[in-house]
């Protein structure tokens, strides 16, 4: 064997132990990986921390109600540039402060295609909005209708017993306004925003 071949093997046999050690590193940061998902879970639980099926208790769903006022609460809905229907199901509705109430709109698409939407609240007289608590709203997320879907979605809220005096009457509105390009990313996965 000439210096040369000696050279050139003892060259391979290092670099098939590099490779070597190279898959192996991968397959143990591969593995490291996968095994800190379930650690992680575990951690969380311990340390109540990220816990995605605790109930979320932060809005006040023990407060006090004030039978002794009432508070007119109107339904609005609006588009822009959208080909859906769009209303509330109940135009008003009176309410105690510190009372939870569950109303609904109601959408249709109109459109050949589906289409997703987004609603954004609006609040008159404005100083009404930070008494105005949401526990469950449509607004929370996109919506994907589908071609000539209807569908009833669900507002969860209660007026703040700390709602000026002065006010009586609160008008709530949603205007849906299309999310260009969100329904092609949706359906592609096989998901609609519901």
Same mark, same amino acid.
Request: proline letters at 6%; aromatic letters at 10%.
């Given at each position: ?12 046999? !290092?670099? !098939?132990?590099?490779?070597? !050690? ?45 039978? +002794? ?35 609904e709109?109601?959408? +249709? ?5 589906a ?11 404005s $100083? ?23 569908? !009833?979605?669900?507002? $969860? ?38």
């Amino acid at each position: 064997m000439t210096e040369q071949t000696r050279v050139a093997a003892g060259s391979e046999r !290092r670099n !098939r132990s590099t490779l070597i !050690r190279l898959v192996v590193s991968a397959f143990l940061m591969f593995g490291f990986g996968y095994a800190l998902v379930p650690f992680y879970e575990k951690l969380c639980q311990v340390l109540d921390v990220n816990n995605l099926n605790k109930q979320d208790n932060t809005l006040p769903l023990n407060t006090q109600v004030d039978r +002794s006022r009432n508070v007119t609460v109107e339904f609005d809905a609006n588009l822009h540039k959208l080909p859906w229907n769009f209303k509330p199901v109940t135009g008003s509705l009176v309410v105690h402060p510190g009372e939870v109430v569950t109303v609904e709109y109601e959408v +249709s698409n109109t459109r050949g295609n589906a289409v997703t939407g987004q609603a954004i609240p609006s609040y008159t007289p404005s $100083a009404a909005m930070q008494y105005f608590q949401k526990l469950d709203c449509f607004c929370f997320k996109q919506q994907t209708l589908a071609a000539g879907e209807t569908r !009833r979605m669900p507002i $969860a809220f209660l007026v703040s017993p700390d709602l000026p005096k002065d006010i009586n009457t609160i008008t709530l509105s949603y205007t849906f306004f299309e999310v260009p390009g969100a329904t092609a990313a949706t359906t592609q996965d096989g998901r609609t925003g519901g």
